[in-house]
């Protein structure tokens, strides 16, 4: 499981620092992709065969599958660390999730989530209260 929240800056190659805590788990391989929240994220290999599997058992007929399915394995690449414990994250991956120089890496369970600070900085809650009624409200 990965968790936890890092700040990595993002060098003029598209390089970020993957967090050592995090790298035993992508050891057997990492794809990085577009994600739902303008963000991008690192999946281990066999989580990302697994969401891949199951994309690929939508129906074929249904136009918002033939989307979802476009756009995730267009936007997907495998990324391999290089001795310094970096990953390339492609232009088009960058673009989407508003990189720049900086990164806030974030453990989100099954994979690792990667945001531009702007965009990290507006998804928490504005206070105790609003978080503990986002968890009764999902049964937690």
């Known amino acids: 499981m990965f968790i936890g929240e890092y700040r990595h800056s993002v060098d003029a190659k598209g390089r970020v620092a993957i967090p050592a805590r995090f790298r035993l788990q992508l050891e057997e391989g990492a794809v990085v992709v577009r994600w739902v929240e303008g963000n991008a994220a690192i999946f281990p290999k066999a989580a990302f065969e697994a969401l891949a599997e199951k994309v690929a058992a939508l129906p074929i ?11 995730l394995f267009s936007s997907a690449f495998e990324v391999e660390r290089d001795n310094q414990g970096r990953v390339v994250l492609p232009a088009a991956v960058r673009d989407w999730a508003g990189l720049g120089t900086e990164a806030v890496i974030v453990g989100a369970g099954e994979r690792v989530d990667i945001w531009a600070p702007d965009r990290w900085a507006a998804k928490g809650f504005a206070s105790p209260d609003e978080f503990a009624a986002a968890l009764n409200g999902l049964g937690l």
Do not use: P
């Not at 007929?61 to 756009?71: K, L």
């Open 61 to 71: 007929a249904n136009e918002q599958a033939r989307a979802v399915s476009r756009f």
